[in-house]
């Protein structure tokens, strides 16, 4: 019995069939399709990853309800359909800090639907209504271009999604692009205090997921992702969460030498879509966001007039981006 053990793992380590992968993790006993395999993990291409966040730029601050936001969600429909994805717009009536209500529409794609096993990848796609933290009063009532601020995260989500299309990982990706996140209560409004006017997109969904009794493993949100020299601290929340992803997160970027971004230290606690979905969905996400010691916690140009492209840096999507993939090819 034992010989031929020892012969059949011979064999399959010469060959490279379907079913000698790591075929340890297989749980049940219907052929290769549960059968893990290594994969390669693919390059990510970052010239591809900035062409998504600069056309989603080019289309102008991407204010629920504006004629720009309208335009760059048909973009990113079309995109990810192209790219192999099932795609869907969710729409929720939502209610900002003033009482406003509006119509949030949240972009899902998915990838290997049958899969049981999932992935959440999220950023947001809107941009603010309100450079309120401009140096000049002017600009407070006009709206953030947000290139770092929105696109870099949605810039590289693109570029993961038209890879995983063409190379499925082992694991089912879904990736959301949250509307309405930063629609939030002005520094400059002076009316009641509202709680949980951030996120709105995200917290509907959280409320309202698109598929019934939708499970993932974990999820990665990436806000602010495109900032030169960007340094990402591990975000509270998140640690006290999903402490598991962001080891793993961390981990990778080091092994893959992005440790200058990836600061191995505890930040501070950021409201932002992964708290929702961690409250709310008791999905256990992890945020990679780019924060300073500024007074505002965030790059000077945040909120302000000057969130354009070139505060968006290859090096740093690049460094986000093969991160990512590395987890979801080697896990
Ligand atoms: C707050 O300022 C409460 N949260 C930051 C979330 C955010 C705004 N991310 C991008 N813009
Ligand atoms: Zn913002």
Known sequence: ???????????????????????????????????????????FDVDSAYRYTAEQ????????????????ADYFVAQLTRFGATTMVQE?????????????????????TINKRRVLLCAHWDTRPFSDNDPDEANWNKPVL?????????????????????????????????????????????????????????????????????????????????????????????VNYAAFVVDNIWKTAAQLGYDHYFIDKIGTYIIDDHYYINELAGIP????????????????YWHTQNDTMENVDKETLKAVGQTVLHILYTN
């Open 57 to 72: 730029v080019a289309f102008g601050a991407r204010v629920p309800e504006s004629v720009a936001h309208k335009r760059c």
């Open 285 to 300: 996400m992890a945020d990679i966001i780019h924060t300073t010691s500024s007074e505002t916690g965030f790059a000077d």
């Open 146 to 238: 947000g290139a770092n601020d929105g696109a870099s995260g949605c810039g590289v989500l693109m570029e993961v999604a038209r890879i995983v299309g063409q190379q499925m990982p082992n694991i089912g990706i879904d990736i959301i692009l949250f509307d309405a996140e930063d629609s939030g209560k002005p520094q400059f409004y002076t009316g009641a205090i509202q709680e949980h006017t951030w996120c709105l997109g995200s917290q509907y969904w959280a409320r309202n997921p698109h598929k019934k009794n939708y499970r993932a493993e974990y999820g990665i949100l990436l806000d602010m992702v495109g900032a030169p020299k960007a340094t990402f601290y591990k975000e509270r929340f998140s």
């Open 92 to 112: 929720g009536l939502v209610e900002r800090y003033d009482g406003k209500l509006f119509t949030a529409k949240n972009i899902i794609a998915s990838f290997d």
């Open 1 to 43: 019995m034992k010989k031929t053990v020892t012969g059949l793992f011979i064999v399959c380590l010469l060959c490279s069939c379907n079913f000698c992968g790591s075929g340890a993790t297989e749980t049940t006993d219907t052929a290769s399709a549960s059968v893990q395999e290594t994969l390669v993990v693919p390059t």
